[in-house]
């Protein structure tokens, strides 16, 4: 149930609202509308009688909300959701580049790294101090002092910090370290990680699982907004399929059903949705051009060195080549580039 | 076995090559490129001595091709190739639009339909005379009738005709009739009908099966070119995957690879991988930004009517609108739209 | 629509029902069962009004198909399907087992097999004259010469001849040459061939397509039903999945459903759906234990020389142990190993 | 690195190369086997001085592994695994069957299960108190009060408890509350989980990713034995692909390969499999004829009013039929029910 209230309602009124609601045993989410507030409501396990809301002062109407997901949802929130950072903003009308190595190999490439990336305009760092990796003998990332490596950056360059949690135990710490918090695809159903970063306040970014369908995804965001963390943002990266042409199946033809369905931005990470360096661009521009507000792409200031995943990494005169092409390409697509 | 000629080699030289390996009883395949011819040679069950051929006048070297296909190689024929009609060239410097209904109804409707095309510069109108339908009780095409229609349209308005072959019985007359001949999805692998395509003399359109890999799409490719006939356009149309958000799953990915692979055009029919209308302008847009040489979309008068697939043809304003997209941001890509 | 007869309909009765039908521009398909006769009507585009029916003598009563299949499915057609041979019954009381090599090599090859085959209790042989090839550049196979001996050893041994058509040209030489036409995976969906065999006085084996769903699966059935052709055998061959430990992704869950919603018999092709000789025998077992009619295998004197699947091909001294586990375990399925 | 000691090998053999492989800085591993030991050596970067072992006393030889997982590997521990329990013994002399409703609902429903699965010869209950479920809004469990009714079931009837550990957070309460610890399909690759359960002392079932390769799943295990833990039990159940007839794709075709690669035990679960309940008889018997060494199957009272997974969970009644089935059949497979 969706409860909009009137353009001019005070917020009394919706105080008002948000106690009936409480009344009910139910849990009110209300979310601001650039003209006007909606409140969610969820925890009902029966249908909820519309007329009690209607009633009540400064409401315009109580909706009743049919898919599975519902704070995910465009029908319960119109606007497409921005989420403001002090490097930029996140939204419908930025394009935001987000770049870095796979993970954090050691202190001097991630400052060398942040440092490239600020110099051309980048304000998002990628890096991960955590690793899931298929193998138990496979370098498993630098962990809480990869963290530490990352806050160094931040401090030293201003660039914001992507990285992932892999599970409750370091939540804090990596709240703490990042500014965007990345659950990666392998974990998009664990779903006791989803509901612990659903009490953080840091945005999370969540990548797509390797078979989930749309409305799996955006269930598992509804599992981080039902914990009150409204500030979620999609990426695609590729899904499994037969196809052996590249790592995975990059389903950009994703992008416009997610925007009809939700207001979430949705970025797409083409380096691991080809696996291949020099496929990178060309998936980067059509992601662009396919409605998508960011990509996510791993740099390296020399990627056949790389611990992981080098063969899918840009080198620094890659990034700024893409980038300038991004620049260019934007405008035509309402956006800036961030 | 590839064999390069020198850059200024005679014809004689390139016919005594021929000779030489047709001697050996395989089968030579000359095919000019912009600074030098390259002969391929197929038909070798075991290995092919290179001596034999790089101590003759005017070749400069003999080369192995290790891919199970040769004539669809890039290794084979370096250069993109492009394929001219009296109304456009497609290759690598155009962005080539193909639209029209999904089968011909009637005659009015496909002149209407050809003469709005034209009317906005597309230049290739597609239409099925022949239908390959799911159900034996479903429209099965108006067939030899359509055809006809197809030729009518043609010499009314000059628009070129993309019409698909379903069966070797009716090669001729769609070979008459149309300018591109166009093999369908689920006969990918009829290589009985690949193999008669082989010997005609206008382009094929050659769709991707359901779940063929790339491997298998250049396979089917080769098919054809090794009957003779070197113009083949590839065409993604999407493929099956467990994702339901849409009717199939587009691989726009397959591009990059098919385009270092293969020196072949590459077309997206984003109205087959969508299945919805709406869907459909941003996957064209992202397939030009992904390196495709055009796209072949579904348009109808009223799609609301169509006889088939109508959720997901564009109307004539919606086509008109997409153009418009489509030629503000071709340039950027280093293409005309066609 | 389907018109069920009462159980001691006269024959003219059903004759009356079949001239009604006609009268109305439609087909009847008369389809006698164990206790009563039921008659198909296809050729409707909307609603047929079951009142004409009720009324006619003999007619018990008149049921809406809702399914896209008619012909194809259980609810027309109640009892299980069985197809005899002058070698033995298919159907849901035995477990038929077809061997033999992928291809038609040669003439001793095939009689060997055939003999061995026979001396076992096998009373069918599957071979390919003509072979779809993934390369245009492989063994093509024998073609015409090929079915020539496939009728030297029918004609030898009395044995069954399962074979594949690849085109409408060879229709005639191949309904001729063999007691079952199979009709391969590639081409489940090529309907220009379906409606072919629909046509054919022999039973049909229809391979699954590569991404076919069951509902695809039926209605490509339907195609060769719908030409009047009722004997068809389905095959489930593996599927194209992510999945690499095996050549394909044998479904054998398809089964149950497919008993479920079909009266035509089922059969499995383990050879194809591993692609590896060792698991062959398991996926056999396995087959009968999910309710299939009957497997499909390759068999070959050397498999290691095969000049096709060598792989996935079982030698005689495999057959012969394999057949002892069947024969063994049939029993406890209710059926009888033919 | 593997080094296998001689079958006449001392305990005072065994431990010095124990103590050599630490004096490396590696870790050992000593898996007994039937005839002979085996020392599994991990935490190599890279490669291994093999003379370094081969001179030592009681060794037979040192083999390198060359698969990415070891301690799961075949190569590394020849015989197939056997896991004793009070209630009997899971391996490859039986066949067990484990069943019980999706969740703990109530402590009745669940002690009549019990009583009732005793009664006909079942020794494993499974039920969820952890739920991972899609939607934040569905029943995720009881809980730890779940897990109390799990204990008082055992107390009550002696039966041995399959339960699901969904985080860290629990991995005590769940340890100490089961017989074996369930990690489920969407957790495989949650690896903070898995090295968790690597340290816990019960036994690991480890369901398959639902898009995981053979690979992937074997590796998975790997985490879980590499902490410590080797009684791991793989458990198919089912895979996402386009099929759409059944809930999840099947893949039975997976445990010859399994078999062939790995020497843990495999088990089925066919009601996740399938999805519906009238599917799970058949695909359990072709379990058993695929070389499973068990099912997972759900059973519930009454399972039209389960609060979750009823359709596809059997009523009692329908327990006793098939069991009946597979102790008629298990011996032909030379197994017992277990």
Redesign the interface.
Known sequence: MLVVMQSHAADSEIARVVEVIKGQGLSPHVMPGATRTAIGI??NTGAVDKSLFEVLPGVDEAIRVTK??KLASREMHHDDTSIPFTQGTIGPKTFTVVAGPCSVENESMVLKTAEFLVSVGVKFLRAGAFK??????AFQGMGLEGLKILAKARERTGIAIVTEL????HASAVEEASDIIQIGT??M???????RVGKCRKPVLLKR???A????WL?AA??VM??GNYQVILCER?????????RN??????????K?LSHLPIFVDPSH??G?R??VP??S???????ADGILIEAHPDPDKAMSDGAQSLDFPGVEKLLGRLK??AP?FGRTLS
């Open positions: 969820t925890g599975p997901y899931p990796r298929t193998s138990p003998y892999m599970d409750t135990e392998r974990n159903q664990n779903f006791s990680l989803l509901k699982g390797m078979s369908t749309l409305e799996d269930m509804e599992y039902a914990g590729g899904v499994r399929t037969f196809s052996d042409h590249s199946t990059l389903d950009l033809g994703v992008i416009p059903p997610a009809s949705g080809t291949k020099s496929y060309a998936m521009l059509a992601s662009l051009a396919a409605g260019e390409l035509a």
